[in-house]
């Protein structure tokens, strides 16, 4: 990290303002939260490499690609078209880590041109969302909790700086984040819209809506809310086999009822509510995922055109498809005639020739934690298969326990089947410490779950 505060601190990006003058109001404070969105929403992080791109590639999610991903699937990270995106990672989420520092400093410093509601917020949510980004670094580029958590993780940046940062351990990065996160749900608990009884989601809000503060606080499952911090503490938790914390937390989601499994009843209502909007035309199946199932998401603008088309259709550069004979082998003969997301998130694009997935060819929004994980690490945590069998019927499947009565096999087989685009499949084999990630040509060691790091960082910035 040694360029420049001034490089770092890219928060807006329709117009350059000078840092001093962007947090002079409560508008510029709001206009740098949803710049490190933008940040996080790239094609080189969440929009793209760290959901359906590189991280689904690596997990063997799909059984044709085309280059630059061919190298990656045999996990050759000297490749230097792999080792591009890899750095690409790291560079994008460090620079959304620092301008969240720039945020949470001009909180306290400044903080006093916002009313408290406000100001709260959006520290919160800063918080949040630099907790989410070092977890993911340190899922990428460390060992993992459970075979090495006495070793180096990666460096935690909690200041804005560009001087070198020490890595702290794999365990105590881990206990950092969820003390961060602790306080992030302190600070917007009392004022976060997502907790108040009767929030709901809606697709689509009316002009009215926008005229307190510019809409800054509509569509809270696209931002980091009050529950996104709690699944992300859930999945820490999990992550460092503190199952009873990771089941509090996620019961905590779940029993809420601020998010639903998907089911015919909701995608009829949310059918008519685009029609009484008058954008029918433009409603699709993975809107109402998005609405009832999104815990905390990314909005991505042209959501279709500068990413699902990117990796999903036919061309000669990144293509990613999922054969009919892999679609059978994950979802299994019940599976395929009954899960609705075998039927819903796969089609032949207009334009192409292949089946693709279609799960962002409609819709704004990439998913950071969604409901359905929250039954899995329930099932986990607790040992309780009717969590799993709760999602499996949800999902479609009349007689759930036909898919199988062994948690840990009908776990692997929901990680397969329901993070398909979204980059956790990977996460879940490393933390498994699978000998053999499924579908790969190769055998698994901490060679492939332990991306390398860049090499900028190993000569200049990265210290143990």
Known sequence: MLTSCDDWFDVRPKSQIKQGDLFSSEAGFRDATLGVYTLMASTDAYGGNMTMGLLDVLAQQYS??????????????????????TEGMWRQCYKAIVNCNYLIKNC?????????????IIKGEAMAVRAYLHFDMMRLYAPCYATGSSQPAVPYVFEPTVSAQKAMTVSALCDQLISDLVAARELMKPYDPICEAGYNETLIYDTEDYLEDD??????????????ATALLARISLYKGDKANALSYAQEVINSGKFDLINDALIAADKEEARHNGT??????????????????LYVYNLKENNSDLYFRDHQGGQLRMSDTRKMS???????????????????????NNEYCIKYLTGTQIPLLKIGEMYLIAAEASGDISYLYTLLQKRGYPNPADEGTGLTALLQKEYQREFIGEGQLFYFYKRQNLGKIPFATVDASQAVYVLPL???????GYTE
């Open 454 to 460: 860049p090499t900028d960082e190993l000569e200049f």
């Open 108 to 120: 306290d410093e400044n903080g006093g041109v916002m009313n408290a509601s406000t100001r709260s």
């Open 280 to 297: 029918n035309n433009q409603y699709s199946f993975m809107q109402s995922v998005a609405k009832h199932e999104y815990i905390g998401g």
């Open 330 to 352: 994950v979802f299994g003969a019940n599976g395929i005639d009954y899960d609705i997301r075998a039927k819903r998130m796969f089609a032949v694009p207009s334009g192409s």
């Open 64 to 85: 044709d690609v085309t280059s630059p991903y061919t190298t990656a699937m045999s996990y050759s990270y000297t490749d230097k078209a792999v080792e591009s995106m």
């Open 215 to 228: 809409g800054f606080l509509l569509y809270r499952t696209s931002r980091m809310n009050y529950y996104a």
